[in-house]
């Protein structure tokens, strides 16, 4: 699959692992490829982000990211079905971080192992795995013969999850991409589907 990627696509991979590698995390995930993307410019997919002004909120979109990771990976929309079922997640937090110290749910440096250093291979997580199938399903479904940085971002902004919920929050949906890449109405829209992931 690989060898179908861009250059800018593989940049946005390479940029992921050392996202994961600066934070000493012990596999990539699909937040480090949104920070990759949001790393690129002269780019598809940053040409995108800009159109939609995510670049300019990076700071709140690294922020959202790191909440969620503070969360063990709990999404804004778990939070909430939880506090509906009576569980405070952030007193949860605050008490597992008062016993094994700050970021312990995150699982990186911070996660109870201090002075711990990753080194070598990063495992993408199975999420970040599905995250890069699905950019060649939506790569294939829009006929290109080759996997862009576009494709990592389509396929960020549909896969249920903290990624997609922080891109929307931030203005960046499947729909609001393909207007600014292809105009409205061009190729496969968000109805069409790539395939399950």
Request: charged residues 25%.
């Amino acid at each position: 699959m690989f060898e179908r990627f861009t250059k800018d696509a593989r940049a946005v991979v390479k940029g992921a692992v050392e996202h994961a590698e600066g934070e000493g995390a012990a596999c990539v995930d699909d937040g480090h490829m949104l920070l990759a993307l949001l790393d690129r410019e002269a780019s598809r997919a940053s040409f995108a982000l800009a159109s939609l002004g995510a670049t300019r909120r990076r700071d709140s979109i690294e922020g959202a990211l790191g909440e969620a990771r503070r969360r063990g990976g709990l999404s804004q929309a778990d939070t909430e079905a939880l506090a509906g079922l009576g569980i405070d997640v952030s007193e949860i937090v605050s008490r597992v971080e008062e016993v094994h110290g700050a970021g312990a749910l995150a699982g990186g440096r911070g996660a109870g192992r201090p002075g711990r250093s990753w080194s070598g291979h990063r495992p993408f997580t199975r999420e970040a795995k599905d995250t890069l199938v699905k950019s060649l399903r939506m790569a294939t479904a829009r006929r290109d013969r080759q996997i862009g940085d576009e494709h990592i971002l389509f396929a960020l902004t549909v896969r249920p999850g903290i990624v997609s919920e922080v891109l929307a929050d931030h203005g960046v949906t499947h729909e609001s991409v393909e207007r600014v890449l292809y105009g409205s109405g061009a190729g496969p829209g968000p109805g069409s589907d790539p395939g399950p992931v």
